[in-house]
């Protein structure tokens, strides 16, 4: 047992698996026959990744898993925890956790605590500060943890499909990281609504009240925002909070133009701390408004898009790339952001504040923040975004719209083979190769013709 307490928790590396297919907004848009700019301009989005019957929840977290281990050549007996966010669930009893054991059986560790953590899009989060605090608590045994976080988005036909995506972050945490998380710096916001939800396990679509889901959104930033300026004010009292403290800012995105309503929204709340400020001139005809009332005040929403705009293109601009290109992962949304922020602004990090703000339908959402330590130059390029996202295939709307049919006919579906070919994945991926007449699922991995497709229990064996 180690019992020196751990510094600078955070996180130690970062890895995302996507899909190899996506397709364009634009290309939807025509295909849906809605005006030019409706979900590029409209919800902010380019792309949107998606997959077929060869991958599904359990195939991508151990492609991104097994990508963080190799990556960064980690031990795998030094992983004390493996937590995971999502609410792409498959059985109703067996978590994906145990699935992931598999890339620790030839080493033997079996000694990982952690299971499944699901709340909409905030079980990535949730996941993450559950890794986050055995670390920093007595039960520490001296390992690092690894969270896991990410979904398969999918929505039936109409207006919400174009809000869907796919994709996982895996996240390697322990002490002394060039990544580390203000310890006591949170605000937490939850209630009981049905915004959004999953009651048919029948069926892989969600049930949505659009109006309601962003009325909730914006509550749950106004309440997570105030609670977290309110804490930052006591820790460092007698230092006043307002976005001038922080550098860069990173939101949940079911879509971009969310995102810039919501930074907006912060802004709007400085405004009432603070209402005499030169700076909110403009605003004070909202003064005396009622939360409720500015949910949809399309007037105060311009207004604070326009106020916000050259900060929003500075502090958060630079955490959308992601986003933009692979859809709304829902509890890899976040940290998707994180990964994008990464990539773009990695020379200018350094001794920054990040702002972090997650949410998840039903609902829960906390507001939290994080210093970078030390160059995450060595991070950037294993990630290897750019290389990744170029390498991807453009497929037609057509073929999506029968890519997301067949998913509807195969969900839950047992004594099945996949049709997919699985030439339209990445090399060296995990794949469903087959699912028994009990439910039970087999993986093969592909590689390049150097190496052999194996068995996912052979993952870490020697070929």
Not at 93 to 111: E, R
Not at 303 to 318: C, G, M, Q, W
Not at 412 to 440: A, E, H, I, M, Q
Request: glycine fraction near 6%; charged fraction near 25%.
């Amino acid at each position: 047992m180690n019992n020196t307490r751990p510094e600078n928790v955070g996180i130690l590396g970062m890895e995302i698996y996507f899909p190899k297919t996506y397709v364009a907004q634009e290309d939807l848009e025509k295909f849906d026959g809605v005006s030019a700019g409706k979900y590029t301009v409209g919800l902010g989005q380019t792309n949107m990744s998606f997959c077929g019957d060869r991958e599904d929840i359990y195939s991508l977290s151990l492609n991104a898993v097994s990508n963080l281990l190799e990556k960064y050549n980690v031990d795998p007996h030094s992983i004390g925890r493996l937590e995971v966010g999502t609410e792409t669930v498959i059985d109703k009893a067996k978590s994906i956790k145990t699935v992931l054991m598999d890339l620790f059986a030839a080493s033997g560790n079996t000694s990982i605590d952690g299971i499944d953590t699901i709340n909409a899009c905030y079980g990535g989060t949730s996941a993450l500060h559950n890794a986050l605090q055995w670390i920093e608590s007595s039960y520490w045994d001296g390992r690092n943890a690894i969270v896991v976080a990410g979904d398969i988005a999918v929505y039936e036909k109409g207006p919400a499909r174009p809000t869907g995506g796919a994709g996982v972050v895996a996240m390697l945490i322990g002490p002394n990281a060039p990544i580390t998380f203000e310890s006591g710096l949170r605000g937490v916001h939850m209630e009981n609504v049905y915004d959004f939800y999953k009651p048919d396990m029948e069926s892989e679509y969600p049930r949505v009240d659009g109006k309601l889901s962003i009325s909730c959104y914006l509550r749950a930033i106004d309440n997570c925002y105030g609670r977290y300026r309110n804490t930052f004010e006591r820790k460092y009292s007698p230092s006043k909070f307002d976005l001038s403290q922080v550098d860069y800012a990173i939101f949940h995105s079911p879509y971009n133009k969310l995102v810039q309503k919501s930074f907006g929204r912060m802004l709007y709340n400085d405004f009432l701390n603070n209402p005499n400020e030169e700076k909110f001139k403009s605003l004070q005809q909202y003064a005396s408004l009622k939360p409720e009332e500015t949910y949809f005040n399309t007037d105060l929403e311009k207004a604070l898009i326009s106020l916000s705009k050259e900060d929003y293109n500075t502090k958060v601009a630079p955490s959308t790339l992601l986003a933009k290109q692979l859809g709304n992962t829902y509890c890899g949304s976040t940290y998707s952001g994180l990964l994008s922020l990464f990539n773009e602004r990695s020379k200018d990090l350094i001794g920054k504040r990040v702002l972090t703000f997650s949410y998840g339908s039903g609902l829960s959402a906390s507001a939290f923040s994080f210093k970078v330590r030390s160059s995450i130059e060595e991070m950037v390029q294993k990630v290897d975004l750019k290389n990744r996202l170029d390498a991807r295939t453009r497929v037609t709307p057509e073929e999506f719209t029968s890519t997301l049919t067949l998913r509807e006919q195969r969900h839950n579906l047992k004594d099945y083979t996949p049709s997919d070919s699985v030439n339209s994945l990445f090399p060296n991926s995990f794949y469903l190769k087959r699912v028994d007449d009990v439910g039970r699922r087999q993986y093969d991995r592909t590689y390049s013709t150097l190496r052999r497709v194996y068995n996912v229990a052979k993952c870490l064996k020697k070929i």
